[in-house]
């Protein structure tokens, strides 16, 4: 392989933040070199091939890419959204919350007049609260300018909107337990802590999707691979097999990177799209404030998940185009993380794979729960990836097999006959997303948003050292647009703030007239 002498700017880790920010890097004319230690470029956006079914690892839907919307916008300014192939969810009930011992389908709806309007069906009586709520879900994004294509002051200079609780907030629009419930039962989407999960986060997480709600038709490495296609146009290089596990450091700057196969990359710039605190660990911790370090070290992450793959028998099993958040009681919408042993899974998250041309039957369900990675105890010192092959041993199978039993006996609950219609199943654990991903403790959404240490969690993309910049899931928030937006926040930072930002939303309105 032919390296340069010299980039501008070294990327670590090629996760939808890394290769967003070497896209708008690379169209500044700047070199660049993407490094990446897996088989396959993407982190969360990476996909797997079993029985010739393609599934997801992390990209189940994705909202706010219908015209004019905020992902819509950001995704053409670098060019990947005409390569995308996508599929519009139902838009009377994209996502559907369920209970044990409910039968009513509770539908969340594309549009706000459309999300209103069919929770009204299912609550009449509510139509005053559900209004009050979408305004200030509407309202509490407005204050976060980069979701709106605004300038603004960065969002956590805004100290109140940290310290109010989704729970709280939430349940202040309605005394009707059931419309609490159903109000928050996509809390899945951000790993929902009643004594922790911000309001904001909520928001966020949510608008997004009731703007508009899309599958990725044969998975969501597509936007990888069109990101990658994008970056090599503007002459940006991309290694895979490339495991970066030192920062070289000299004079108060990182001059290099050291991968495990001793290969030395030199840059200006360098741009971590890994776990900031892995990234401490590579660089050495007495280079950074021992009370930066210390802080790091101690935030969160939220919990981490166990899926279940299904490939499913040829036409048996009909196309949902929506997601199913079931939980077993809507009282403990809130606390399905803190299940026990008896009692999990307290909820999951169902959602389908969609392939071209096929919209009748279904041919893959991917199932989650929550998942705590002190559970995966007796195998952590094990590591099994596509690049470094290991087993974890027969006592791991077993346990991902009785975990899967106990997964689809509730599913059957909502799904009669589906194991009639199962080819055969796979499974992942909090290890797979550590292993692959990166992420520490096997993370589903990095870094745990705190109401009670609003600031604590909070990751600044500039370090101490002045050439190194972090990016992704860690810095802002979580999902394809917060990640988007992340790259978009790192580069601000290391082009000039107002150029960047003017460049992006100059191309908005361009495109409004």
Known sequence: MKYKSHYDVVIVGSGLAGLVSAIILAKEGKRVCVLEKNNQYGGNLQTFVRDKTIFDTGVHYIGGLSEGQNLNHYFKYINIFDDLKLHKMDEDGFDIISFDNDPKEYKHAQGYE????????DFPEEEENI????????????????????????????????????????????????????????????????????????????????????????????????LIKRLKEHHGETYKHHEVNKFNYVDGKITSVTTTKGIEIKGNVFISNIEPKLTIKMVGEDKFRKS???????????????????????????????????????????????????????????????????T??????????????????????????????????????????????????????KFPNLRRCIKTYYTSTPLSYRDYIGSNRGSMYGYTKDVNKPLHSHVSPKTKIKNLFFTGQS??????????????????????????LDKILYSNKQEQH
């Not at 929902?192 to 986060?201: I, L, M, R």
């Not at 810095?475 to 937006?485: E, S």
């Open 114 to 121: 459309n999300f209103i309007k069919n929770l009204v069906k």
């Open 131 to 226: 209004k009050n709520y979408c305004k200030k879900l509407q309202e509490t994004c407005q204050k976060f300018p980069l979701y709106c294509l605004e300038k603004g002051k960065p969002y956590y200079d805004d100290a109140e909107i940290f310290q109010l609780s989704a729970k709280t907030f939430i349940n202040s629009f309605t005394d009707n337990k059931k419309l609490q419930a159903v109000l928050a039962g996509s809390n899945y989407l951000y790993a929902g802590d009643q004594n922790k999960t911000p309001f904001y986060v909520h928001a966020l997480s949510t608008n997004s999707y009731i703007q508009s709600a899309y599958r990725c038709i044969n998975g969501g490495s597509q936007i990888t691979k069109a």
């Open 360 to 413: 009748e039957y279904g041919d893959s369900i991917a199932v989650m729960t929550y998942m705590n990675y002190d559970e995966m105890k007796p195998w952590k010192n094990t590591f099994n990836t596509v690049a470094h092959k290991n087993e974890r041993g027969q006592t791991y199978e077993q346990f991902k097999t009785e975990k899967a039993e106990i997964l689809l006996d509730e599913l059957e609950k």
């Open 475 to 500: 810095l802002n928030m979580h999902g394809i647009l917060g990640v988007t937006i992340s790259a978009i926040i790192t580069c601000s930072e290391i082009l000039d703030k107002d150029y960047l």
């Open 292 to 358: 930066y370090t210390n802080r790091i070290q101690k935030i969160e992450s939220t919990i981490a998940a166990f899926t279940l793959y299904i490939v499913l028998k040829p036409n048996t099993f009909k196309y949902l185009n929506k997601n199913y958040y079931h939980f077993k009681d809507p009282n403990r919408v809130w606390d399905n993380i803190n299940y026990t042993q008896e009692s999990w899974p307290e909820g999951y998250m169902f959602s389908m794979g969609i392939k071209k041309g096929e």
